[in-house]
């Protein structure tokens, strides 16, 4: 079992960033691939890429290149997600999520949400 | 990396089954077995509830069963509760990446 929290609601201003962490705990020794999934408001779940916490090479998926940046710090078994140059139309709920199999997400964080508004 | 093809709402009525479609195609649900189902209560973090095409994790009742024929898979919900009635998405392993469904919200009249 994994637990995952991630962090608070963000509000910010176009073209600034937003860092969003997501600290798992629990079944920490064994290694698996963090993910990210975004939902932006009324809309479906999208699958952003993920980061495996041994071998931290991230993998994005179209569309969230460039602009996206994951991270895995080991000595706080904690992923982040940073957003740049952000947009009205990254507003959203960033999840983060372990898998216990191939592309099946078993545990999920409770989401975070960023609000990007002048 | 088209998301894969779900109805946008289904309904049914307490004690009933309802069946939730999800169709991708030759390079995703066609050939992986790596088709998931998540329940997503409004405001909640999703809750995976059916992997690997048919599989339940601990916890979830086996009122939930998935299956698959060529590209489509299913998920059926039989005897509806009241706390059914939730979105649903599906997702499959597509080679290099992750689909998901658009969402079907289940109505549980």
């Known amino acids: 079992q994994v637990q995952l929290v991630q962090s608070g609601s963000e509000l910010k201003k176009p073209g600034a960033s937003a860092k969003v962490s997501c600290k798992a705990s629990?079944?920490?020794?064994?290694?698996?691939?963090i993910n990210w999934v975004r939902q932006a408001p009324g809309q479906g779940l999208e699958w952003m890429g993920w980061i495996h916490t041994d071998a931290g090479n991230p993998a994005y998926a179209q569309g969230f290149t460039g602009r996206f940046v994951f991270s895995w710090d080991t000595s706080v078994s904690t992923a982040s997600l940073q957003i740049s140059d952000l947009k009205a139309e990254d507003t959203a709920v960033y999840f983060c999520a372990t898998d216990i199999s191939t592309a099946t997400f078993g545990f999920w964080g409770q989401g975070t949400l960023v609000t990007v508004s002048s | 990396q088209s998301a894969l093809t779900q109805p946008r709402s289904v309904s049914g009525s307490p004690g009933q089954s309802v069946t939730l479609s999800c169709t991708g195609t030759?390079?995703?649900?066609?050939?992986?077995?790596?088709v998931s189902w998540y329940q997503q209560h409004s405001g909640k973090a999703p809750k995976l509830i059916v992997y690997?095409?048919?599989k339940r994790p601990s916890g979830v009742p086996d009122r939930f069963s998935g299956s698959k024929s060529g590209n489509t898979a299913s998920l059926t919900i039989s005897g509806l509760q009241a706390e059914d009635e939730a979105d649903y998405y599906c997702?499959?392993?597509?080679?290099?990446?992750?689909?998901f469904g658009g969402g079907t919200k289940l109505t549980v009249l």
């Open positions: 997702s499959s392993f597509a080679g290099t990446h992750t689909l």
């Open positions: 629990g079944n920490t020794f064994k290694s698996y691939a």
């Open positions: 690997d095409v048919a």
């Open positions: 030759t390079s995703d649900v066609g050939v992986y077995k790596y």
